[in-house]
T-cell receptor, first 116, second 113 residues
C-alpha cells in the first residue's frame, strides 16, 4: 500500500524567508511523487513531480523538492516566500498495484501562512 | 488548449436526494478521475474512467457511480445523499490510465442539508 504523511498541518513564515514543507511517504513500489497547491476557491495546481529521474526536482514559482529514498522523504522548499504563496499544499504519491494504478493518494495537507 | 471544467460550481441538496456532477476533460485527455475533498482533508480517490469503463475505484459505496462519454467528458452520480457527502468534488483528466500527471478542475461544492 502507498501513503503519505505531511508532518506539519500548519506552517507560518515571514515574507522573504525560506519555506520548508515536510512530507514522508510509504510505498512498496518505486513511487511517483508530487506536490500540488490549492489556493482558496481554486482547483489543485501541480507544482512539481518526481518520476525516478533526477532526485532534485524543480517546479513552478521557485519551488523545489528533493527525493530521499533512504529517508522516504520528499520535502518541499522555496528560498524566499512571497505573500502569493499562502495556500494549502498537498504531498501526493502515485497508487500502484492492480487496484491502485492511476490513483493519486493525497496527504492531509499543510496550510502555509505568509506574514508581511 | 481548454482546461478541465466542472459544473455546477455550487449545489445544495437535501438528504436522500440524488445529484449529478459534470466534468469536461482537458483537450486530448482520455482519462477522467474523480476525487472527494471533505473540509480540511486531502482529496480521496472515488474512481477513474477510461474508454467509457470504470478503471479503478476507491473506498466508496455503490451509490457513487459514474459515466464517461465518447468525447471523454464524465458524470459523477450520487444517490441517497447523506450529510457526510457534503464536500468539494474534484475531477481530474490525464492522458492514459498510468499517467499520474493529472490536471484538476475547480471543483463542485456540494452541500447536503
Amino acid at each position: 500500500a502507498q501513503s503519505v504523511t505531511q508532518l506539519d498541518s500548519h506552517v507560518s513564515v515571514s515574507e522573504g524567508t525560506p519555506v520548508l514543507l515536510r512530507c514522508n511517504y510509504s510505498s512498496s513500489y518505486s513511487p511517483s511523487l508530487f506536490w500540488y497547491v490549492q489556493h482558496p476557491n481554486k482547483g489543485l495546481q501541480l507544482l512539481l513531480k518526481y518520476t525516478s529521474a533526477a532526485t532534485l526536482v524543480k517546479g513552478i514559482n521557485g519551488f523545489e523538492a528533493e527525493f530521499k529514498k533512504s529517508e522516504t522523504s520528499f520535502h518541499l522548499t522555496k528560498p524566499s516566500a512571497h505573500m502569493s504563496d499562502a495556500a494549502e499544499y498537498f504531498c501526493v504519491v502515485s497508487g500502484k498495484g492492480s487496484s491502485n494504478t492511476g490513483k493519486l493518494i493525497f496527504g492531509q495537507g499543510t496550510t502555509l501562512q505568509v506574514k508581511p | 488548449e481548454t482546461g478541465v471544467t466542472q459544473s455546477p460550481t455550487h449545489l445544495i441538496k437535501t438528504r436522500g436526494q440524488q445529484v449529478t456532477l459534470r466534468c469536461s476533460s482537458q483537450s486530448g485527455h482520455n482519462t477522467v478521475s474523480w476525487y472527494q475533498q471533505a473540509l480540511g482533508q486531502g482529496p480521496q480517490f472515488i474512481f477513474q474512467y477510461y474508454r467509457e469503463e470504470e478503471n479503478g475505484r476507491g473506498n466508496f459505496p455503490p451509490r457513487f457511480s459514474g459515466l464517461q462519454f465518447p468525447n471523454y467528458s464524465s458524470e459523477l452520480n450520487v444517490n441517497a445523499l447523506e450529510l457526510d457527502d457534503s464536500a468539494l468534488y474534484l475531477c481530474a483528466s490525464s492522458l492514459g490510465t498510468e499517467n499520474y500527471e493529472q490536471y484538476f478542475g475547480p471543483g463542485t461544492r456540494l452541500t447536503v442539508t
